[in-house]
Structure formats: C-alpha cells, structure tokens
C-alpha cells in the first residue's frame, strides 16, 4: 500500500513538473511571436519589450555585441529607421530548453519581407524568468 502511495505521489508530482515546464517554453514562445507582431506594426519600442531592460542585455551579430537595453533599442531604431528599413518580419522557430528553473533558450530563422530585398539569418536566444514573464537576456542573430 505505502509503494502504490508513494508511486501516485511521484506520478503527480512528475505530471505538474511537465505541466509546470510545458508551459514557460509556451510562454518564451510567445514572447518571441508577440516581439514579431510588435515589429511587424512599426513598434520598435514595443519590439524592444521582449528584451531584459538591463545594462547586461547582450545582442550580439556579425558586426560585434551592443550592450544594454538602451544600447540595443538606439542600433535597431539607426538600422531601421523607417517601415520600408523594418519590412515586415517573419520567425520559424526551431527548438525552445528550459536551462533550469530560470533561464530559457530558444532558437530559429528569421527573414524581413522588404520590397528591395530579403535579408534572413539565425537566432538563438537566451531568455530569463523575470516579474514580467521570459525577457530575453542575450540575442545571439546572424
């Protein structure tokens, strides 16, 4: 009787776990996806939204790491200055990991529709839980 007790108590517990883990991928997914539909509606600050509003913020690229919230907002709004600069802005995501109780990482493709070109790359990105929901903390995009 005390194993069948046991084996329920720990069969639950591994239920919420899941339940518990299933849902903050969801939700660095949709931090992700709600950080495209800010773009894709001229919203850079909103954009910016998703993004861990600290000095330790990392966005790094081809062309080096921006350190900082700010930093990071004033580079996307000189690179994209207008809508036609933005294009309209499209993820594939690929895989999203917890990295423990805290941390997240996801990772996927990103293309910008412009009517000039279609520039594409990678990201992978390193999310953490904050008050807010996920942030991300580091932008690794190429």
């Not at 790094?60 to 933005?86: H, Q, V």
Request: hydrophobic share 30%; charged share 25%; glycine share 8%.
């Amino acid at each position: 009787m005390k194993t069948a007790i046991l084996f329920g108590i720990i069969l639950i517990a591994f239920a919420c776990s899941s339940n518990h883990e299933t849902s903050r991928k969801m939700a660095i997914q949709k931090m992700v996806m709600d950080s495209k539909d800010a773009w894709n509606k001229g919203d850079i600050p909103g954009f910016m939204g998703s993004y861990e509003h600290t000095n330790n913020t990392k966005f790094i690229t081809k062309k080096g790491t921006t350190y900082g919230w700010d930093s990071t907002l004033a580079r996307y709004l000189r690179s994209y200055p207008n809508r036609e600069k933005m294009g309209r802005l499209e993820f594939t995501l690929d895989s999203t990991e917890l990295l423990g109780s805290e941390y997240g990482h996801i990772t996927g493709r990103w293309k910008l529709l412009r009517a000039s070109d279609t520039p594409q790359g990678y990201f992978s990105l390193i999310t953490r839980e904050t008050k807010e929901g996920p942030k991300i903390c580091i932008d690794h995009t190429w």
